[in-house]
């Protein structure tokens, strides 16, 4: 008996399901794979930055009479940092405001002295913010609120401050 094609039966073969299969697996993968890449770059963006605002934060102070301040604060949209000559409180954060610079969006995670401690919250009532302030070559204890700086990304860094010395160094 010979098998006869009807006209208007069209349709699609198991090989062909496999093919879509495989080429929908490839293209997932490799755009997972290409985010895991920008998380890393974000994170390293974020303590490159960080390292070069302690360093310029440092230059500033032994070169000038008065004090600055480094704070790293959270917002609504992400992660900022702003030096200001000025010694905020915790509830005199009004200053803390978009016009700082931005270090990251919300996926990446700033936390203050462990891994495991107080993320930063918003400004506005009790908001937590990290100050950091050096008095001539050393970290101004009165003034700076942590030893350690937390970024949670991928992969995680901590930013030790030595006070004593004035030092600051990355670990992964």
């Known amino acids: 008996?010979?098998?006869?094609?009807l006209?208007?039966?069209n349709g699609i073969t198991l090989v062909e399901i496999i093919i879509v299969i495989a080429?929908?697996?490839?293209?997932?993968s490799t755009s997972v794979m290409m985010i895991g890449h920008l998380h890393?770059?974000?994170?390293?963006?974020?303590?490159?930055?960080?390292?070069s605002s302690l360093d310029a934060l440092q230059v500033?102070?032994?070169?000038?009479?008065?004090?600055?301040?480094?704070?790293?604060?959270?917002?609504?949209?992400g992660y900022y940092t702003r030096v200001l000559s000025d010694n905020l409180g915790s509830f005199d954060d009004t200053k803390l405001t978009s016009d700082g610079t931005k270090l990251c969006n919300n996926t990446i995670k700033i936390r203050k002295d462990s891994s495991t401690g107080e993320e930063?919250?918003?400004p506005g009532?009790?908001?937590?913010?990290?100050?950091?302030?050096?008095?001539?070559?050393?970290?101004?204890d009165d003034c700076t609120n942590v030893n350690a700086i937390y970024i949670d990304g991928v992969p995680a860094?901590?930013?030790?401050?030595?006070?004593?010395?004035?030092r600051h160094f990355t670990e992964q």
């Open 60 to 77: 500033r102070t032994m070169s000038k009479a008065g004090s600055s301040y480094l704070y790293i604060y959270k917002l609504d949209n």
């Open 40 to 51: 890393y770059a974000n994170t390293q963006k974020v303590v490159r930055t960080l390292d």
């Open 157 to 166: 860094y901590t930013i030790r401050l030595v006070k004593d010395t004035g």
């Open 125 to 140: 009532a009790g908001g937590t913010f990290i100050k950091i302030a050096y008095k001539k070559t050393a970290f101004y």
């Open 7 to 9: 006209l208007g039966q």
């Open 1 to 5: 008996m010979k098998k006869r094609k």
């Open 120 to 122: 930063l919250t918003e």
């Open 23 to 28: 080429i929908i697996g490839i293209l997932a």
